[in-house]
C-alpha cells in the first residue's frame, strides 16, 4: 500500500489539532517587552511562567473562522491579485508574445542565446513582485512544446517557468505574499531591506539560469542524455510541436505594457510611498480594468476571467485563515513564548551566523509541510521573529531565513504546485526529483552563504 502526503487542509487542521491539545499540557509563559526604536522588543532574560488558559473542541472549531476575520485584509488582497492577473491571462498577450519569441528564436542567434536567460529572468521578477506560483501552471502547456521544438527536452520546458518563478518567489525582494506578510508579522517595516534582498534574489536567479543553459547545452547536443528522453521521442511522434499561433498585435502590446506598468508603479509606490497591501491591491484591481477595456474582453468575460482567478487561490485564502488560526489557539493560551523558549536552546548557537542557518534549515524542514507562502509565514513568524531577538539575529535576517527555505519546494511531492506542474508534464515526480538533487544541494549551499553577510552586518 503506497503512503501518501495528507492534503495541505489537513496537515493544517492536524496542526491545529495538536496545538489545542498542546494548550493543556505546556505550561503558560511570558517574556517581557520594551520599547526599541519605536519596535516592542522581546528581553531575553525576562522569561516567566503565567497561568494558561488551555483550548478546548469549541476554540479549537471556532480557530479557522476567527483567523479568517484576523486576516480579512491580506485573504481579500490574495483574491483580488489572482482575479487582476487571470484578467491579463484572458487576453491571451502573454501566450501570443511567447509564441512570437520562439518564432524569433528559429533565424536569430542572438534569440537563442537569450531565451533562457530571458524567460528564467522574467518567471522570476514575477515571483519576486507579485508573488507567481500557482499561476505558472498554464505555462507549462506552451514551454514543454517549445523547448521540444527548439531541440531541448520536457525537463527544460518544465524547469523555465517553474523553476524561475519558485526561485523568484522564495528568493524574492518584494513579494507581498511572503516578504510583505512576514515582515508585517514581524513588525519589520513593510518591504524594507529591499537592497540586500535584490542581491539575494539576482545571485539565485543568475545559479538557476547558468544551470539550465548548461544542463540544455547538454542535452542539445545528447538527448539521450535527457532522464525524459523515451517521453519527448513519444511525444514528438505522437504530437509534433507546433509554434504557429497569432501573432503580436498591437492590443497584445498595449496589454503587456499596462501589465508592465503596473508592475512598475507597485515598486515605486512600496518603496517611495510606502504602500502596503490596500494600495497594492488597489493598483491591481485598476489594472484590470484598463487591461479588460485595452484588450476588448466584454463585461461577462471579464468578469468570469476575475472570478475565476480569484477562485484559483481560494484555497490560499483559506490556508491562511487556518494557519493564522494557529496562532490565536496558541495565543489565547498563553503558550507561545513557553514555546519561543523551549526552542530557544535548538536554535542558539556560539555565534548568530549559525543561529540564522539553524532557522533556514527549520524553515526548509516546515516547507516540507506548509509550502504555501503566506501559511508558513502566518504560521512561522510569530515564534521566529522574538526568537530572532534572543539569538541575537536581526527580525530583517530571519525573514530573510523563511524566505529561503521555500527554495526547496520545487524538490518537495508534498506541493501542489510541484505535482500539478509535473502532472501537467507527464513527468514522474520521482524523475524530475533525481534531476533536481544536483541544483537543490547548490540552493542549499547558496542559502548557507547569502544568511553570513546579514548577520556580520546586523542588517535591519
Keep these: ?23 493543556w499540557l505546556v505550561p503558560g509563559g511570558k517574556y517581557d517587552t520594551h520599547l526599541v526604536n519605536g519596535k516592542q522588543l522581546v528581553d ?27 486576516a480579512a485584509k491580506v485573504i481579500g488582497f490574495v483574491l483580488v491579485v489572482g482575479g487582476a492577473f487571470a484578467v491579463v ?14 518564432r524569433a528564436h528559429e533565424t536569430s542567434s542572438v534569440v537563442r542565446a537569450a531565451l533562457i536567460p530571458v524567460f528564467v529572468t522574467l518567471f522570476s521578477l514575477s515571483g519576486a513582485t507579485f508573488g507567481m506560483n500557482e499561476e505558472v ?6 514551454f514543454v512544446p517549445l523547448a521540444l521544438a527548439l531541440g531541448y527536452d520536457t525537463i527544460v520546458g518544465v524547469a523555465i517557468p517553474f523553476l524561475g518563478s519558485q526561485v523568484g518567489f522564495g528568493a524574492a525582494f518584494l513579494n507581498p505574499f511572503n516578504v510583505g506578510i512576514a515582515q508585517g508579522i514581524a513588525g519589520v517595516d513593510v518591504f524594507s531591506g529591499i537592497g540586500y534582498r535584490l542581491i539575494v534574489w539576482a545571485t539565485a536567479t543568475v545559479v538557476t539560469i547558468l544551470f539550465l543553459m548548461w544542463y540544455a547545452a547538454r542535452v542539445k547536443h545528447n538527448p539521450a542524455l535527457s532522464p525524459t528522453y523515451v517521453l519527448d521521442q513519444a511525444r514528438r511522434k505522437e504530437h509534433p510541436p507546433v509554434m504557429h499561433g497569432d501573432r503580436m498585435t498591437g492590443r497584445h502590446t498595449a496589454v503587456l505594457a499596462i501589465f508592465a506598468l503596473a508592475l512598475g508603479s507597485m515598486v515605486i509606490g512600496v518603496v517611495k510611498f510606502e504602500w502596503y497591501i490596500d494600495e497594492i491591491a488597489a493598483l491591481f484591481l485598476s489594472m484590470a480594468i484598463v487591461v479588460g477595456i485595452v484588450g476588448r474582453l466584454g463585461a461577462d468575460d471579464w468578469v468570469g476571467a476575475f472570478m475565476q482567478g480569484a477562485k484559483d487561490l481560494a484555497p490560499t485564502a483559506l490556508v491562511i485563515a487556518v494557519a493564522r488560526g494557529t496562532m490565536i489557539l496558541a495565543r489565547d493560551a498563553h503558550i507561545i513564548d513557553t514555546m519561543l ?30 509550502h504555501s507562502g503566506t501559511g508558513q509565514a502566518a504560521l512561522t513568524m510569530p515564534i521566529m521573529a522574538p526568537l530572532a531577538d534572543l539569538v541575537g539575529v536581526t527580525r530583517q535576517t530571519a525573514i530573510l531565513a523563511f524566505q529561503l527555505g521555500e527554495l526547496s519546494t520545487p524538490m518537495i511531492p508534498t506541493s501542489g504546485i510541484t505535482v500539478g506542474v509535473l502532472a501537467l508534464a507527464r513527468v514522474p515526480w520521482i524523475t524530475w526529483a533525481r534531476w533536481m538533487i544536483p541544483l537543490q544541494l547548490i540552493y542549499l549551499a547558496l542559502a548557507l552563504v547569502l544568511l553570513v553577510p546579514p548577520c556580520l552586518m546586523q542588517w535591519g
Excluded at 491571462?89 to 511567447?98: F, G, L, S, V, W
Excluded at 549559525?354 to 506548509?370: E, R
Design 1 to 23: 500500500m503506497r503512503l501518501r502526503m495528507p492534503n495541505t487542509f489537513v496537515l493544517l487542521f492536524a496542526i491545529l489539532a495538536l496545538i489545542a491539545l498542546a494548550t
Design 44 to 70: 531575553p532574560a525576562s522569561f516567566h511562567y503565567v497561568a494558561s488558559s488551555p483550548q478546548g473542541l469549541v476554540a479549537l472549531m471556532k480557530a479557522p473562522i476567527n483567523g479568517f476575520v484576523e
Design 89 to 102: 491571462q484572458r487576453t491571451e498577450a502573454i501566450d501570443t508574445a511567447i509564441r512570437s519569441i520562439a
Design 137 to 142: 501552471i498554464p505555462f507549462i502547456l506552451i
Design 341 to 370: 523558549h523551549g526552542l530557544m536552546p535548538f536554535v542558539q548557537s556560539s555565534h548568530p551566523v549559525f543561529s540564522a542557518q539553524k532557522m533556514y534549515l527549520i524553515q526548509s524542514v516546515i516547507n516540507f509541510f506548509i
